[in-house]
C-alpha cells in the first residue's frame, strides 16, 4: 500500500471545496435568481436552462427506491467520499488526487441538496433535436471531469514497461 501523501491530500481537498462551492453556488443562483418563476430558458439550438429535482442516482436511476429515503443515499455517497478522500490521499500523483476530489466535491455537493431537500437540483439540460439528456448540474460536471482525468491518467499518463523485443 502507498504512503500517505500529505501534498496530495491537500490537493484532492482543494479540488472538493472548488467542485461544492461551484456547485452549491450554481444552484443557488438558479433557485434564487434565475428560475424565479421557474421556466426554460434557451441558451443555445441545443442547451437549454431547465429546473429539475432527481431524488435518485445518476439520471434518475433508483428514484423509487431512495425517494422515500433521502438519507440512505446521503449515508452511501458519504461512505464513498470517505473512500474516495482515503485513496486520494495514497494517490501516486497529484493529477489522481485532484481528480478523486472533483469526484468526491461533485458527489458532496449532490448529498448536499439531498439534506437539504430531499432530491437534487439540476438544471443543465443538453439536447439533439427532440430528444434530450438526463438534465445535470455542476457536481454531475465535476464528477464526470474528475472520471476522465482518472481515466485517461491511466491510459496515457504512466510510463508503461517498454514491450519485449521479438526475435
Do not use: C
Not at 32 to 44: D, K, L, R, S
Not at 66 to 75: E, I, K, Q, R
Not at 76 to 102: M, Q
Amino acid at each position: 500500500m502507498p504512503a500517505l501523501a500529505p501534498a496530495n491530500l491537500t490537493s484532492a481537498l482543494a479540488a472538493v471545496a472548488a467542485a461544492t462551492v461551484l456547485d452549491q453556488g450554481t444552484k443557488w443562483l438558479i433557485l434564487e435568481v434565475v428560475m424565479q418563476p421557474p421556466q426554460v430558458i434557451p441558451i443555445v439550438p441545443f442547451f437549454n436552462l431547465t429546473l429539475g429535482y432527481n431524488t435518485g442516482i445518476s439520471f434518475g436511476l433508483l428514484k423509487t427506491v431512495f425517494a422515500d429515503n433521502p438519507w440512505a443515499l446521503t449515508g452511501l455517497t458519504l461512505l464513498v467520499v470517505g473512500f474516495l478522500l482515503v485513496w486520494a490521499s495514497r494517490a501516486g500523483s497529484r493529477r489522481e488526487a485532484i481528480a478523486l476530489g472533483l469526484i468526491s466535491g461533485g458527489a458532496l455537493g449532490n448529498a448536499v441538496d439531498r439534506i437539504r431537500q430531499g432530491a437534487v437540483t439540476d438544471f443543465l439540460d443538453v439536447y439533439v433535436g427532440t430528444w434530450h439528456w438526463p438534465t445535470f448540474n455542476m457536481a454531475d460536471v465535476a464528477i464526470f471531469l474528475g472520471a476522465v482525468v482518472l481515466v485517461a491518467g491511466d491510459l496515457f499518463g504512466r510510463n508503461r514497461p517498454a514491450a519485449p523485443a521479438s526475435s
